[in-house]
Every structure is written in structure tokens, then in C-alpha cells.
Nanobody, 121 residues
Framework: QLQLVESGGGSVQPGGSLRLSCTASLTLKHYAIGWFRQAPGKEREGVSCISKDDGSTDYDDAVKGRVTISRDNAKNTVSLQMNSLKPEDTGVYYC???????????????WGRGTQVTVSS
């Protein structure tokens, strides 16, 4: 029943910013929400997640200090603000519903279809 749709992807220069949004068809209060990404030829990896209960967050070391995740359960939306983007941030970014805030792709219950982020000069 739950469906997730990402938006906000695009092409930016190194050092630029993007704000990704994940909008759900149902309330998100029952789910932890994670963002994952996959670059061409690489495995899907966790970027960030936010808890369904206390709003605690987790970030992959590669993005700490540059990325902020937030949620608005009333709007059924989770956002990922990304600053100081680097070419290595390029990839397809996926929103995902989790039972808990863990950056493990195998623990994902529902995936969005993804949104492309390209960082290049």
C-alpha cells in the first residue's frame, strides 16, 4: 500500500546544493525513512536515515557535515538537504521505508523509484 516518490534531483556543479524530497502515499509516522544511493558500477549504499520514534538520525561518513535529513509526518514527507556536493555524490538516490533507522539496503521494506543526482563541472 505504501508508495514513495522522490523528487528534487538534477545536475549541479561541485560545491552546489540540492534538496531531495520523498513523498509517501500514506502517513510516514510508522516508518523510519532512509536515503540510499547507487553510482554506476557500484553497490547501493546508505546515505542517511531518520527514526520513526524520536527523530534520531544516522549519516554515512562520506556525507557527514554536508547532508541533513528531516521529516514532516504531517506532510508525509522526508527531505535530504545536500550541500557542498562532490562528483563522487553522483548517483541515483532512493527513498526507502525501514523498520528502524539502519543504513542496510537488505532491511528496506519499500523503495521509491529513485531520482538522479549528477555532480560535474
Amino acid at each position: 500500500q505504501l508508495q514513495l516518490v522522490e523528487s528534487g534531483g538534477g545536475s549541479v556543479q561541485p560545491g552546489g546544493s540540492l534538496r531531495l524530497s520523498c513523498t509517501a502515499s500514506l502517513t510516514l509516522k510508522h516508518y523510519a525513512i532512509g536515503w540510499f544511493r547507487q553510482a554506476p558500477g557500484k553497490e547501493r549504499e546508505g546515505v542517511s536515515c531518520i527514526s520513526k520514534d524520536d527523530g534520531s538520525t544516522d549519516y554515512d561518513d562520506a556525507v557527514k557535515g554536508r547532508v541533513t535529513i528531516s521529516r514532516d509526518n504531517a506532510k508525509n514527507t522526508v527531505s535530504l538537504q545536500m550541500n557542498s556536493l562532490k562528483p563522487e555524490d553522483t548517483g541515483v538516490y532512493y527513498c526507502a521505508a525501514l523498520g528502524a533507522c539502519v543504513l542496510v539496503p537488505g532491511h528496506v521494506g519499500v523503495w521509491g523509484r529513485g531520482t538522479q543526482v549528477t555532480v560535474s563541472s
